[in-house]
């Protein structure tokens, strides 16, 4: 009696992007986009879904059988839609949508983008005191560094101010604090 080898089993299966996995991505995406934010268009979200299955095909080398790595890439897909969905209500309570772009909500206002045109305003209609002590911090600001000398009593800012640009009773500090707090 003579014994028969035993042949080892191959395996017969292994995943393939192209068929029935990247249509049912493709109908997925379909159905479901509306639940993405809008800057993803529908190669955008395929070529996730690709990147989804070939996590899956790294990840689980032993599954073998169609049904069960066709499961384990919907429920990959569900999760990440799922995901996607939640961060688009997270951004719309942060973000709010315009219909028309930034720049055209900006058109008639004062200034460039930075808005220094709207501090050049108020600089421009300002006291010709604060003028004056606005040059004198540009121009000659170790003017303002002079060391305390006996029996002159230590001074701020303001009082220091004044007492260089020959001004009486001006607050200058307070009238650029004030400026700039305006509306």
């Known amino acids: 009696m003579t014994r028969k080898a035993r042949v080892r089993g191959k395996l017969c299966w292994s995943p393939s992007w192209e068929g029935p996995i990247q249509g049912w991505a493709v ?5 479901n986009k509306w639940r993405c934010d809008r800057v993803h268009d529908k190669d955008d979200l395929l070529q996730d ?14 599954v073998i059988e169609p049904k069960h790595f066709m499961a384990l890439f919907k429920a990959a897909m569900w999760n990440a839609m799922h995901d996607r969905a939640r961060y688009k209500r997270r951004k719309r309570v942060m973000h709010e949508d315009t219909p028309k772009d930034v720049s055209e909500f900006c058109e ?30 540009e121009n000659n600001p170790e003017a303002l560094r002079e060391q305390v000398t006996e029996g002159r009593q230590r001074e701020n800012l303001n009082m220091r101010l004044r007492r260089i640009l020959g001004l009486d009773d001006v607050d200058v500090v307070g009238t650029l604090k004030s400026l700039l707090s305006q509306g």
């Open 27 to 31: 109908n997925f995406i379909k159905a």
């Open 49 to 62: 879904a690709y990147l989804t299955y070939l996590r899956i095909v790294e990840t689980y080398p032993r």
């Open 108 to 137: 008639g206002r004062i200034g460039e983008l930075t808005n220094y045109g709207y501090i050049n305003v108020l600089l421009a209609e300002a006291p010709e005191e604060l003028h004056m002590a606005l040059a004198l911090l």
